[in-house]
């Protein structure tokens, strides 16, 4: 695990090189973290030494597909760390900015994730409310839901194998009910006033959340 | 010209098929029906139309069978016009695979069908705005009574517009279906299969994949989720225009009894059984009325004509085929496809598949195989035609081995009209217990050792309606015809065949041939080897070759009880029928079917030696 300074810089080398398509000068970086290009070069050998920065022709460095994805996680966290702080706290843009700057180094993946995946539902509360619920391999699914609830989807895993879901209308975002559900957990599930009878193994990879 | 008829499963296609075209194509209520395509001609105003039945699907990108045979079908361009037959009943979700139609660009008429279902849930059709948005005429009719079917041939003579509608796609999906058509030329609909992976330019598929990964990460749904999302929010929107709710009138819900462990599976069971009971006490009241009937007024006026010997025999086998193939074949076949038929229109089948989707885990496939395996009480053949329901190739073989053990209308023949009438009825259902313990026992084992992987279901629970009492007799009385027109043939050449044979006296050598061995095996005499053979003509046939070769139909005075339950044993276990074989060629390819051949055979001698020799 990389220190917070590490991270800085490596989300920075990736703005600045719009993705890692392009490459960045010591300069650069060092305007965009507000520091010394002496200070820089010292972060960046490091960086280099350790594989997630490289160097490119003409005195410019560029991200390594190691250093690509943690900066590309860094920023991810940024982005929905920022926009809850903007969007849901009502927080200013600037000192959101620079809060997010410092959370992002600490949440967990399990807490982004989730905060994610709020901020998609529009605001539902999360699937939180049943015991036993957590995002990743073991979120909310179909099976965890009770007969009579009406949910809405998230996420359908393993998409191209369940494609006969998504033709029957059950797609994230697409709010269905559970009409009866078998002590053995085979479900039916009515969408667009249609029954749909789900195996067992089929309903555990439709990932839910309640709805209002 | 070429029209052809495109929809769900399940909204009406083929009963509107057979109404346009007065052909005799199955109409069942449950998804899976037609699985070829069906052409049928009909006459409007002198000019020869001809019909195409394609098989009810819910996409059009989807990867089973009938998906991509609609599919390959459309891109053909070979038809004219295309009719699409909506249920108004489910009406958005039929308008998704109908805007998917649309988008191929062929000259369309639109049919909502099962407009008095509609009214009767207070839903009210208003066809005008769909006509505006699509651009194409929309014919309201209800097929079950036979409303406005006739203005579909009309309007679609004059159907030259394809359907103008375009339907709204998320902008990344918008951009790359420009991306993709400046770089390929590929149209809207070219460019849309590509992004989900349908398509035959590699060049084409990799651009698209590349672009659907991008959109992918992006949205954190696959490009085909989101174009399905927004073909739904369209149909939704389509629907919104054309339905009006009325509050519906309280309706009794029959799926809070059915789905239900308590009561729906005891009352699965009590179909079940109910069923073979039924079969059994009527069918045996029939056989015997028509049996002494054949006595009384054929049998024994023709033997009173004292002919010669060469005559008497020959007439005698012809009479004896009658007898056995009217008397006593055709009761139990008839009863079995009117219970089956009922079974089918009334929806049920899906509810059977619902509650019995785990217990068929546990043999290696899904609840969608309770339909092959109850299809097979009638017959083997439609029911291995119907596996195709089941997605991957291993539930294939399991279903195909355990429909071929089910014991048949034909088979049933052997069971009430041997062990039932001259052991008894209990001996008769034991027989049914043997053969479903085996029936479970070869899924356990074929579900651990077939290779493969194993879908899951997601089956639509059709709605339950009352089975049309005309359909039932007409789909009972088809599916008899077939008995009667292409086995009766057979059973009397068969019959006439064995009595020449038995005249000339080569079955007494065969016989003495083979009788060592059936007796030390299953206790049985030389002829009853000739009987198990014919039955692989026809599964009846051994009954009747039995009868013949005893030279009486009253077999408990010639053998006995131990004897005729393990004939009827083996018989039914023994080989499926050369239909069946043919079918299981066709479906499951040459390897599968020696093997359920071998199977099934050795399964037959094997246990019929096990009773012979603990009880004897």
Redesign the interface.
Same mark, same amino acid.
């Given at each position: 695990m990389l220190s917070s300074t590490f991270e800085d810089y490596l989300e920075a080398v990736l703005m600045i090189t719009e993705n890692g398509e392009k490459s960045a000068t010591l300069q650069e970086v060092a305007d965009a973290l507000d520091s010394e290009v002496a200070d820089v070069e010292v972060t960046t050998s490091f960086l280099i030494g350790e594989g997630y920065l490289e160097w490119v022709p003409g005195d410019a460095l560029r991200l390594t597909k190691k250093g690509k994805e943690i900066a590309s996680e860094v920023a991810r966290k940024h982005r929905i760390l920022q926009s809850f702080l903007t969007e849901v706290l009502g927080i200013e843009e600037e000192a959101a900015n620079r809060e997010a700057c410092t959370l992002e180094h600490d949440i967990s993946d399990e807490t982004i994730d989730r905060l994610s995946s709020y901020l #998609?539902s529009g605001g539902c509360p999360p699937p939180g409310r049943r015991a036993g619920c957590r995002w990743g391999q073991d979120a909310c699914t179909l099976l965890d839901c009770e007969e009579g609830d009406t949910v809405r989807v998230a996420?359908?895993r393993r998409? /191209?194998?369940? /494609?006969?879901? !998504? #033709? !029957?209308?059950i797609?994230?975002? *697409?709010v269905v009910e559970i /009409? /009866?559900k !078998?002590?053995?957990?085979?479900v039916?599930v009515r969408v667009?006033?249609? #029954?749909?009878?789900?195996?067992? *193994?089929?309903a555990t990879s439709i990932v839910v959340e309640s709805c209002p | 010209m070429r029209f052809a008829l495109v929809g769900n499963p399940t909204v009406g296609k083929s009963l509107i098929f057979n109404q346009l075209t007065g052909l005799g194509v199955e109409v069942s209520n449950y998804p899976g029906t037609t699985v070829e395509l069906q052409r049928g001609n009909t006459c409007f105003e002198r000019e020869i139309v001809e019909i195409v039945d394609l098989p009810g699907i =819910?996409?059009l990108? &989807?990867?089973?069978d009938e998906e991509t045979l609609v599919r390959q079908y459309l891109d053909r361009q070979e038809t004219d016009v295309v009719i699409v037959v909506a249920n108004a @009943? +489910?009406l958005?979700?039929n308008l =998704?695979l109908l805007l998917q139609v649309a988008e191929y660009g062929l000259p369309m008429v639109v049919v909502l069908n099962m407009v008095d279902d509609a009214a009767k849930q207070g839903l009210e059709i208003d066809p005008a705005p769909l006509r505006d948005l699509l651009g194409v005429d929309v014919i309201l009719t209800a097929a079950s009574l036979g409303k406005n079917i006739d203005q579909i041939i009309p309007a679609a003579l004059i159907a030259t517009r394809p359907s103008e509608v375009e339907i709204p796609y998320d902008h990344h999906i918008e951009a790359a279906i420009r991306s993709l058509g400046k770089m390929f030329g590929v149209g809207r609909r070219g460019s849309l299969q590509a992004l989900q992976g349908f398509g035959d330019d590699p060049d084409l598929l990799e651009a698209a994949q590349t672009i659907a990964d991008e959109i992918e990460s992006r949205h954190?749904? @696959?490009a085909?989720?989101i174009i399905?999302?927004n073909r739904?929010n369209f149909a939704?929107e389509l629907a919104d225009l054309t339905v009006r709710k009325e509050t519906p009138p309280p309706r009794t819900d029959l $799926?809070s009894i059915l @789905? +239900?462990?308590i009561p729906g599976i005891p009352i699965l069971f009590g179909i079940l059984v109910g069923m073979l009971l039924f079969v059994f006490v009527v069918g045996s009241y029939l056989e015997e009325l028509i049996v002494e009937a054949f006595d009384i007024f054929m049998l024994q006026p023709f033997i009173a004509l004292g002919l010669p010997p060469l005559v008497e025999a020959l007439g005698t086998a012809i009479i004896l085929a009658l007898q056995a193939g009217l008397g006593i074949a055709f009761p139990f076949v008839f009863l079995f496809y009117v219970i089956i038929s009922i079974l089918e229109d009334s929806g049920y089948m @899906?509810r059977a598949?619902?509650?019995a $989707?785990?217990a068929m885990?546990q043999i290696g496939m899904? &609840?969608g195989a309770v339909i092959p395996l109850t299809l097979a009480f009638g017959c083997n053949v439609p029911a291995i035609m119907s596996v195709r329901l089941l997605r991957s190739r291993r539930e294939r073989i399991i279903a195909s081995f355990l429909v071929t053990m089910v014991p048949c209308s034909a088979r049933t023949v052997i069971i009430a009209g041997i062990v039932a009438t001259f052991v008894g009825i209990g001996a008769a259902f034991s027989v049914y217990g043997i053969v479903f313990a085996l029936i479970i026992i070869t899924g356990l084992f074929l579900s651990r050792v077939t290779p493969g992987e194993q879908? &899951?279901?997601?089956?639509?629970?059709v709605a339950l309606r009352r089975p049309d009492p005309k359909l039932v007799a007409r789909k009972a009385w088809a599916r008899l015809s077939e008995f009667l027109f292409i086995a009766m043939p057979l059973l009397l050449v068969g019959s006439v065949f064995l009595g020449l044979l038995e005249f000339f006296g080569v079955m007494a050598i065969f016989e003495q041939i083979v009788e060592p061995y059936t007796m030390g095996l299953l206790g049985l005499p030389g002829y009853s080897a000739t009987a198990l053979i014919f039955g692989i003509l026809r599964k009846e046939m051994a009954f009747e070759t039995l009868a013949i070769l005893a030279g009486t139909a009253d077999l408990g005075a010639v053998l006995t009880s131990l004897q005729l339950y393990v004939f009827s044993v083996v018989t039914v276990l023994f080989i499926p029928c050369l239909a069946t074989i043919t079918v299981l060629l066709r479906e499951v390819g040459s390897r599968i079917t020696l093997a359920i051949t071998i199977y099934t055979i050795s399964l037959g001698l094997l246990i019929g030696g096990l009773i012979y020799h603990i009880l004897a």
């Open positions: #998609d996420a359908i998409p /191209r194998r369940n /494609r006969r879901l !998504l #033709d !029957l209308g797609f994230p975002g *697409e /009409r /009866r !078998l002590p053995n957990h085979s039916v667009k006033g249609c #029954d749909i009878g789900i195996s067992p *193994e089929i | =819910y996409s990108e &989807g990867e089973s @009943t +489910r958005e979700r =998704y954190r749904m @696959t085909a989720q399905a999302a739904h939704r $799926d @789905t +239900r462990p @899906t598949a619902f509650l $989707d785990n885990h899904h &609840g879908f &899951g279901m997601i089956m639509e629970m």
